[in-house]
């Protein structure tokens, strides 16, 4: 499901709400995201999942064409972790 395609069903779920609104809410909600994780933060989402950074140090990877040693630099990468409810409503359909 991409975004437009949520945003579409929360319409159609909620008559009484234009989609402008609907479509505000959305990137409102994806915009704290992504902002409490560019702080460092954590958010959690209680029976869905928590969204955490972990970070990568920097280390020396391979070039797999020609095999020559190739410095990668340390980064922070996105990581998100299933709630109990998430877990078990997939593992028993």
């Keep these: 499901m991409i975004k437009s395609e949520l945003i579409a069903r929360l319409v159609d779920a909620n008559p009484h709400l234009y ?4 479509e505000r809410i959305v990137n409102t909600i994806f915009e704290e995201i992504t902002n ?3 702080e460092g933060n954590r958010v959690e989402l209680r029976g869905f999942g928590a969204f ?3 970070h990568r140090p920097a280390r020396t990877g391979r070039n797999p064409r020609t095999g020559q040693a190739v410095d ?3 980064k922070s990468v996105p990581y998100f972790k299933t709630g109990k409810d998430l877990r078990e ?3 028993n359909r």
Excluded: E, G, H, M
């Design 89 to 91: 409503k997939l593992n």
């Design 19 to 22: 989609q402008r609104d609907v």
């Design 72 to 74: 990668v630099p340390a």
């Design 52 to 54: 955490s950074v972990k």
């Design 36 to 38: 409490t994780l560019a």
